[in-house]
């Protein structure tokens, strides 16, 4: 049974860093697209970083160079770092395992109502950055 737990949010200062931890199971990164969503209030579901198996990042403009994504193969958990953290990254933030070949999920829900059948989601875990 796929399930990922989100962990690591909480309230910090502008510049501030959070590393936000996906601990996962039933499966291994060998094969899923990794990703982070996120959807601040009044805004769009928002993809902001791609992992596929090990190498192959993909990070939105507006966080390029001030997050990281990662994984721990040993330990099945997916990390994205957040450095230089600005009031505009004020989200909840989702894991998502897709083992589908379709393109990124683009819509205005995290999660969609109706999910894929080989997307998975996270519960979510709230960032609050505050200026």
């Known amino acids: 049974q796929v399930q990922l737990v989100e962990s690591g949010g909480g309230s910090v200062q502008a510049g501030g860093s959070l590393r936000l931890s996906c601990a996962v199971s039933?499966?291994?990164?060998?094969?899923?697209?990794m990703a982070w969503y996120r959807q601040a209030p009044g805004n769009e579901c928002e993809l902001v970083s791609t992992?596929?198996?090990?190498?192959?990042?993909w990070y939105t403009s507006s966080v390029k160079d001030r997050f990281t994504i990662s994984q721990d193969n040993a330990k099945n958990i997916l990390y994205l770092q957040m450095n230089a953290l600005k009031p505009e990254d004020t989200a909840v933030y989702y894991c998502?395992?897709?083992?589908?070949?379709?393109?990124?999920?683009?819509?205005?829900?995290?999660?969609?109502?109706?999910?894929?059948?080989?997307?998975?989601w996270g519960q979510g875990t709230q960032v609050t950055v505050s200026s």
């Open positions: 998502v395992a897709d083992f589908s070949h379709s393109p990124p999920y683009v819509g205005p829900r995290c999660p969609p109502l109706h999910r894929h059948s080989e997307r998975y």
């Open positions: 039933g499966f291994t990164f060998d094969e899923p697209k």
């Open positions: 992992i596929i198996r090990h190498h192959s990042r």
